[in-house]
């Protein structure tokens, strides 16, 4: 950055890695003027929209319950993922039966207060969840156990939908601004990481195998 005049020479390196607010905005300007992020055409919009539909619904709500198994300070990640693997077969494999092993599993395994009433959670929408548990349920259209364990910032869960409202979806006019915005975000990151690997290819670094390339950034 100091090459291009970005950055002060007397600009000290912070001992704790922490950069300057100096640095980091030169960091911005520098990415500003080195990457070209393309503006998404109209007909690209619209493909992407069609592909995600069901991301542009609104009032969308799942009715569900689940079995959690907490990711705690000193847990031991592989024992607790093999458990909940053993556990998801199971209520996976007896999901038709009348016995209920989902609300028996998740009273004797749920590390959830919701185990005490067999996992229920009761009716959710998108803000009532974490981020990446609602990605998980949300925009989908299965019922029943979930094939695959769902990660969360709490640990895994096994989950299962009993029931969906799907909501109301939005037309495309009323939502191109938020998908001209997720393409742009899409572009830009690709655009990022094609630029590092042409910095990488380009420094001189020892002892480190880094992701490079020697060629320009392909848009």
């Not at 890695?17 to 911005?28: F, K, M, Q, R, T």
């Not at 055409?41 to 319950?65: F, L, M, N, P, Q």
């Not at 004797?108 to 009716?123: E, I, R, Y």
């Not at 990605?135 to 019922?143: C, I, K, N």
């Amino acid at each position: 950055m100091r090459r291009v005049s970005l950055l002060a020479a007397n600009d000290a390196h912070s001992a704790d890695g922490v950069l300057s607010e100096a640095a980091a905005s030169a960091i911005e300007t520098l990415l500003e003027q080195s990457l070209t992020v393309p503006e998404p055409s109209e007909e690209a919009c619209r493909r992407y929209y069609a592909a995600h539909e069901a991301s542009y619904r609104i009032g969308e709500r799942v009715r569900v319950r689940h079995i959690l198994f907490a990711v705690t300070p000193g847990v031991d990640v592989t024992a607790l993922r093999k458990q909940a693997e053993t556990i998801f077969l199971d209520v996976r494999c007896h999901a038709a039966d009348e016995s209920d092993s989902f609300a028996k599993s998740a009273r004797v395994f749920s590390n959830c207060p919701s185990g005490a009433q067999g996992g229920d959670l009761g009716w959710l929408s998108a803000e009532d969840c974490a981020p990446e548990f609602a990605r998980e349920l949300f925009g989908h259209l299965e019922v029943g156990v979930l094939p695959r364990l769902v990660h969360s910032r709490f640990g895994l869960h096994v989950v299962e939908v009993l029931e969906r409202e799907p909501g109301t979806q939005q037309p495309f006019e009323a939502v191109r601004a938020a998908v001209a915005m997720s393409l742009r975000q899409q572009a830009y990151v690709t655009a990022l990481r094609q630029y590092l690997r042409v910095v990488a290819g380009a420094a001189e670094i020892e002892g480190v195998d880094l992701d490079a390339a020697a060629t320009p950034l392909v848009q």
